[in-house]
């Protein structure tokens, strides 16, 4: 299965992906939310400068820890460990709502999944998604 057959439909609020790397999942979100403007965040300077002129899209190239949640309808990640502990501890907390949340490889621990999918590369590599209650 594809990761766009598990992204949200009819997300209004805003679509953000958390450590967007070298932008290997901005086609795919691009795709499926073709009017949205994707908020991208990237700490590592080279990645950000790559995904930003790559794919013609804003990547603020800060911690995402700091990033405003307020608005938020789908966050995408795809972390390490570490991390998703950090995510899960501080940042699920500040989503709105029925918030979605995609995770790339790491599941949130202790946390329910509305779907799960395994991807189709060559790991099948589970891909999760969350609302937050
Ligand atoms: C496992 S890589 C995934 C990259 C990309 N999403 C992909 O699909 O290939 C995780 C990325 O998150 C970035 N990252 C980790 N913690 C971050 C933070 N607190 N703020 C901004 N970027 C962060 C790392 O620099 C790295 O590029």
């Known amino acids: 299965m594809a990761i766009r057959d598990i992204l949200p439909d009819n997300v209004s609020g805003h679509v953000m992906e ?62 390490f460990p570490g991390a998703m502990r950090r995510f899960a501890t501080e940042i699920i907390p500040e989503l709105p709502k029925g918030c979605w949340v995609v995770t790339h490889t790491f599941s949130l621990s202790g946390r329910e999944p509305v779907q799960v999918i395994k991807a189709d590369d060559l790991y099948k590599t589970p891909v999760y998604l969350y609302r937050v209650q």
């Open 18 to 79: 958390l450590g967007c790397g070298w932008g290997h999942l901005i086609p795919t979100l691009r795709e499926k939310y073709p009017d949205k403007q994707i908020k991208a965040w990237e700490r590592s300077p080279i990645p950000a400068i790559y995904t930003q002129v790559v794919y013609g899209i804003e990547v603020k190239r800060k911690d995402f820890f700091a990033a405003d949640f307020s608005n938020a309808e789908l966050v995408v990640c795809y972390l």
